[in-house]
Nanobody, 120 residues
Framework: QVQLVESGGGLVQAGGPLTLSCTAS????????MGWHRQITGAKRTFVAS???????TYAAAVRGRATLSQVRANDTSFLQMTSLKPEDTAVYYC??????????????WGQGIQVTVSS
């Protein structure tokens, strides 16, 4: 059974840093992409950052320059480091990992989400 477990969330002060981690277990296929989305209360889930198997990272405009996504492929783990946090970064953060199935079609696993609250 595949499981993605997020950690590192909680209450942080505005302007401070935060590191979220996501570790997968049970994935037997190669992971194409690792990444994070977030969902603010009452809004849709939105893209935050992703990183390819070759290490190319992409960021949403809202976090670009304040976020760094890294990975340890040997451990199926990703790390989302954020600095200069703002109250508008308050959200539930979801990690994901995308694989290529045997028939070539993509499949994405999601974590259960972790709350990040930034106090002003």
């Amino acid at each position: 059974q595949v499981q993605l477990v997020e950690s590192g969330g909680g209450l942080v002060q505005a302007g401070g840093p935060l590191t979220l981690s996501c570790t997968a277990s049970g994935i037997s296929s190669s992971i194409d992409w690792m990444g994070w989305h977030r969902q603010i209360t009452g809004a849709k889930r939105t893209f935050v950052a992703s990183i390819s198997a070759t290490g190319t990272a992409t960021y949403a405009a809202a976090v670009r320059g304040r976020a760094t996504l890294s990975q340890v492929r040997a451990n199926d783990t990703s790390f989302l480091q954020m600095t200069s946090l703002k109250p508008e970064d308050t959200a539930v953060y979801y990690c994901y990992m995308s694989i290529r199935q045997r028939d070539g079609s993509p499949f994405t696993y999601w974590g259960q989400g972790i709350q990040v609250t930034v106090s002003s």
